[in-house]
Nanobody, 126 residues
Framework: QVQLVESGGGLVQAGGSLRLSCATSGRTFSLYAMGWFRQAPGKEREFVAAISWSGGNTHYGDSVKGRFTISRDNAKKTVYLQMNSLKPEDTAVYYC???????????????????WGQGTQVTVSS
């Protein structure tokens, strides 16, 4: 069973930064792309960022492009989300997720993902 555990959320002022981490279990982390999603109160879950299994390709949602950076450390089986220039509209619960299939997948599609973390709250005050 794969487990994903997010950490690093918290309260930050607008313009500030946070770094989220997602630690995973399982021996095959390096074979899978990884993604970050978020869900604000009363809104649908939204794609934030994804990284390919090799780390060579990254994708971002339009609302975070240029401000957020996704990265991974396969030795530590951890994926990160560096969030800079945070805005109040970034306030949400952030989830990391692992796809059902290894290799190249449609990382923007929520249906691609089978395993989800419990989420970490990010609150940005104005």
């Amino acid at each position: 069973q794969v487990q994903l555990v997010e950490s690093g959320g918290g309260l930050v002022q607008a313009g500030g930064s946070l770094r989220l981490s997602c630690a995973t279990s399982g021996r095959t982390f390096s074979l899978y792309a990884m993604g970050w999603f978020r869900q604000a109160p009363g809104k649908e879950r939204e794609f934030v960022a994804a990284i390919s299994w090799s780390g060579g390709n990254t994708h971002y949602g339009d609302s975070v492009k240029g401000r957020f950076t996704i990265s991974r450390d396969n030795a530590k089986k951890t994926v990160y989300l560096q969030m800079n220039s945070l805005k109040p509209e970034d306030t949400a619960v952030y989830y990391c997720a692992r796809p059902k299939y290894s290799g190249t997948v449609d990382t923007r599609n929520e249906a691609t993902y089978e395993y989800w973390g419990q989420g970490t709250q990010v609150t940005v005050s104005s």
